[in-house]
Nanobody
Framework: QVQVVESGGGLVQAGGSLRLSCAASGTIISINRMGWYRQAPGKQRELVAHITSGGSTNYADSVKGRFTISRDNAKNTVYLQMNSLKPEDTGVYYC??????????WGQGTQVTVSS
């Protein structure tokens, strides 16, 4: 049974930093892509960043230069280092893990709140 579990959310002041972690388990099949999405109240879920098994990354324009995504393939874990946080970064952050053969699985989400 595949599981995707996030951790590391919390409350931080504007300009601060947080690091999110996400671990996928339940299969020995290599994960093709892992990433982070976020959803603010009243808004649609949006991409924050993706990273492939080969290390290629893709970021939303709003987080470029402030957020860094990385992964440990051996541990099936992805990280999101968030610096210079802004109130508009507030939302529930969801981890996704995509396997070519299994499809996409989502975590339960972790709350990030940035106070002004």
């Amino acid at each position: 049974q595949v599981q995707v579990v996030e951790s590391g959310g919390g409350l931080v002041q504007a300009g601060g930093s947080l690091r999110l972690s996400c671990a996928a388990s339940g299969t020995i099949i290599s994960i093709n892509r892992m990433g982070w999405y976020r959803q603010a109240p009243g808004k649609q879920r949006e991409l924050v960043a993706h990273i492939t098994s080969g290390g290629s990354t893709n970021y939303a324009d709003s987080v470029k230069g402030r957020f860094t995504i990385s992964r440990d393939n051996a541990k099936n874990t992805v990280y999101l280092q968030m610096n210079s946080l802004k109130p508009e970064d507030t939302g529930v952050y969801y981890c996704e893990a995509t396997w070519v053969l299994l499809g996409t699985f989502w975590g339960q989400g972790t709350q990030v709140t940035v106070s002004s």
